[in-house]
């Protein structure tokens, strides 16, 4: 089955600063990557999602990157601000009916991150 | 605030009680998801159902019993749970087209006594 790797486990920086967090994936049949912010209390909410056929994907201060052939996705966020502190977690599934294969995503072990003021 | 509303927020139960977690989504999805979720761990896949039946049991055991009644309601029933049963119960709904994204509830914060 599909097994996600993401590091750091932990990540402190000072607002304004830019965040990297790094996911690598072992099922070359994944193509679809989503990425959760879960606040304390609530439960994961999507920020962006890419899927294989784009390498590269940007919402305002949040941007992804893949690489199929590394087999690697990486969230981007920059000038961080105390809002963005939380858990981010990776995912990897299929994207057959429902973008999931039927909700098999496989989620990375999450990264908690504190911006400090 | 999330689509997918979960109830209760919190439940607390013996082992020897019945309860059930409810769920309700309104985004016309046909397809819905439990997942549970460990302290500082992942959510982890329970069941998952589409067009109202059930597709996807991963080996859950028996104690836990879903149901769904229409394509706006998950429910989860639960009887002779065990204390490492505690966990964040999440429900989820996608819609069945290629690319769908999942969106999660709050979750119902189970503690088993």
């Known amino acids: 089955g599909e097994n996600v790797e993401q590091h750091p486990s932990t990540l402190s920086v000072q607002e304004g600063d830019s965040a990297v967090i790094k996911c690598t994936y072992s099922?070359?049949?994944?193509?679809?990557f989503p990425w959760y912010k879960q606040e304390l209390g609530k439960g994961p909410q999507l920020i962006i999602d890419i899927r294989s056929n784009v390498g590269e994907k940007k919402d305002q201060r949040i941007a992804v990157t893949l690489n199929k052939t590394a087999k690697h996705f990486s969230l981007h966020i920059t000038e961080t601000q105390p809002e963005d502190s939380a858990v981010y977690f990776c995912a990897a599934g299929g994207s057959n009916a429902g973008g999931t294969s039927y909700g098999k995503l496989t989620f990375g072990q999450g990264t908690i991150l504190t911006v400090h003021p | 605030d999330t689509e997918v509303t979960q109830t209760p927020k919190h439940l607390v139960m013996g082992m020897t009680n019945k309860k059930s977690l409810k769920c309700e989504q309104h985004?016309?999805?046909?397809?819905m998801y439990w997942y549970k979720q460990k302290a500082k761990k992942p959510p982890e896949l329970m069941f998952v159902y589409s067009y109202e039946k059930l597709s996807i049991n991963e080996s859950v055991p028996s104690r836990f019993s879903p149901e769904c009644p229409n394509s706006s309601l998950l429910n989860l029933h639960l009887h002779a749970l065990q204390p490492e049963d505690s966990a964040l119960y999440l429900c989820a709904s996608s819609m069945l087209q290629g690319g769908s994204p999942l969106h999660f509830g709050n979750g119902t914060r189970l503690t088993v006594t």
């Open positions: 985004m016309g999805h046909r397809a």
């Open positions: 099922d070359s049949a994944s193509n679809y």
